[in-house]
């Protein structure tokens, strides 16, 4: 746990003005991206506190699985049902803004709009799938 790591006080609900999703494992929360790119944009993020996406290692597949499956849940939970049509990913360092690993869940990604289709596209330098 990093008290000045927004993600992890989100995570142990010490930020009110987060709401957090229901979420099928408690290893892992999920709430709203507070400027989304795209009618639907959430974050999954762990608990515990991880590094970015750079420091995952091959002992991290099972949590990076269960996070995609989280973000597909709520996409579902929300009514959008099309999973071709999402995008999901991380943010490359040194373009991610919090040093906490979270996924980024996108949908429709038919609607990501003119800025949110290079700040989300698919395996640039900044973002990866």
């Given amino acids: 746990y990093n008290g000045k790591c927004v993600f992890c006080r989100i995570a142990r609900r010490e930020e009110p003005g987060t709401a957090l999703l229901p979420c099928q494992y408690e290893d892992l929360v999920c709430f709203r991206d507070i400027k989304p790119g795209a009618p639907h944009h959430y974050l999954v993020v762990p608990v515990e506190h991880m590094g970015n996406c750079k420091t995952l290692k091959a002992e991290h597949i ?3 699985k269960r996070m995609m499956e989280v973000g597909k849940a709520v996409l579902q939970r929300n009514n959008f049902s099309d999973l071709n049509d999402i995008r999901m ?3 490359w360092p040194p373009f991610c803004s919090i040093s906490h ?7 429709p990604a038919s609607q990501l709009g003119f800025l949110s289709r290079l700040v989300y596209r698919i395996n640039s330098y900044w973002f990866i799938t």
């Fill in 62 to 64: 099972p949590v990076v």
């Fill in 89 to 91: 990913g991380f943010h």
């Fill in 101 to 107: 690993l979270h996924l980024h869940v996108l949908a």
